[in-house]
């Protein structure tokens, strides 16, 4: 068995990823967990002829990837759909998000969308969004921050391109939406968010190709791989979205 997750599948074709992941080393003897909805958002800056991505270093003193280096992410929250937003989602990312999910919305569909937002915010202190117009509401707790700003989550910046199933039998399974923003998005930056006792201790901006020899999960090197397929076809929302989930005990890609 491969004992470096990210080698394995760093930098494999379409038709390799799925076998990459299914080879990456992993104990699977914990009791079995619904999968929590999460996600993530891939930063890309092009203002330079090689795109580069943000990764943040996780705190060592984490007990779920210590030390990893990973996009800002994290659980969906209730609260998430209520925020109000400038614009929306995109209408066939909003048809992906939708399926394979119990109980499919619109509203829930903005809802993954808008946590990876809340998400990186939280981690890096960068709000994306465009200006409101006049006084906002926002529901309780992190989104109080953008409300007094004065910024809105501005979704159509957003790209859906991937999502993943952690595999049964692991002591944290998450059903992760991977999406992807240009930098020119950000409207605000809080300072002082990132440091040493934060939940991440660094940040870089690097390559697609310098980020995987980064230490990353083996999903965050396959979610580089479908980003730099985007990125060579022209970012579009016309794309399907792979769907990694494990059946049989192998990892499967489909295309949403």
Known sequence: MNDDPKRAVAGATAAGRSEGLTRAARDQSFANLRPKDS?????????????????????????????????????????????PTATPLNARDTARLMQRVKRPSHTKAAGFALAAVRETYEETGLMLGRPGQGAMTAPAGVWQAFAQAGVLPDLSAIYFIARAITPPRRPRRFD??????????????????VGPEAELVELVWLPIAEARRLDIP??????????????????????????????HKRFVREML
């Open 39 to 83: 996600a993530t958002l891939i930063l890309v800056d092009n203002s330079e002829s090689v795109p580069k991505v943000l990764l943040g270093r996780r705190h060592e003193g984490h007990k779920f990837l210590p030390g990893k280096f990973v996009f800002p992410g994290g659980r969906v929250e209730i609260t998430d759909r209520l925020m």
């Open 176 to 193: 992760s939406r991977f999406f992807a923003a240009d930098i020119s998005a950000v409207a605000h930056r809080a300072e002082g968010v």
């Open 218 to 247: 083996a999903i965050t090197a396959v979610a580089l791989d479908e980003l730099q397929d985007r990125i060579a076809t022209g970012m579009s929302h016309d794309n399907p979205v792979p769907f990694y989930r494990m059946l």
